[in-house]
């Protein structure tokens, strides 16, 4: 079971900026992006389409695909595993879903990039939990190498794989997946 991202509103004395949730009207914002992505493809939106989409861009967790399939089929019971999984790759090819492999054997999908195209994750190699963080100083250091190599940053997300607080102190999480 992969943890609900944190996001908390903590701001540490120098750049590493924890992110705080997304807010509602700028979620309402990327969802109607995406349905004019859709639209654009000539793509019906189904009610189980639809249900779907509510669900992606009514949270700013991070989410599986089953977790993505459970969430929908509780606002709406009809939507099929097939759907989840067609409507995926869309909401990746859209931009606006970020899909991130952190070497399990399952991925994880971000709404959040839209509002914060650069940010980062750390996450537990135990438990999955995961923060979100955003660093003004990482950026630039970022931009800096990427300019020295003679390259031009297309976008940037660091990945630090860690120990959470609880599996110092035990040797394991207590919400370690099922
Ligand atoms: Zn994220
Ligand atoms: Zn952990």
Known sequence: MVDKAQSHGIDLPFSPHIL??????????????????????????????????????????????????????????????????????????????????????????????AEHPNHNHIICNDCDKIVEFESDRLEALENEITSKLGFEVESQQLTINASCEEMKRVGACKNKGD
Do not use: C
């Open 20 to 113: 705080s949730s997304v807010p509602e009207p700028n979620r309402a914002a990327t969802k109607e992006k995406f349905l004019r992505f859709l639209e654009q493809k000539n793509l019906r939106i189904t009610q189980q389409r639809r249900a779907i989409v509510d669900t992606v861009f009514d949270t700013d967790q991070h989410f599986t695909a089953e977790q993505l399939l459970e969430w929908a089929r509780e606002k709406d019971s009809s939507v099929s595993r097939a759907t989840v999984y067609r409507t995926l790759p869309l909401l990746t090819k859209s931009g606006l879903v970020h899909e991130m492999d952190f070497g399990k054997d399952y991925k994880i999908y971000d709404p959040n990039y």
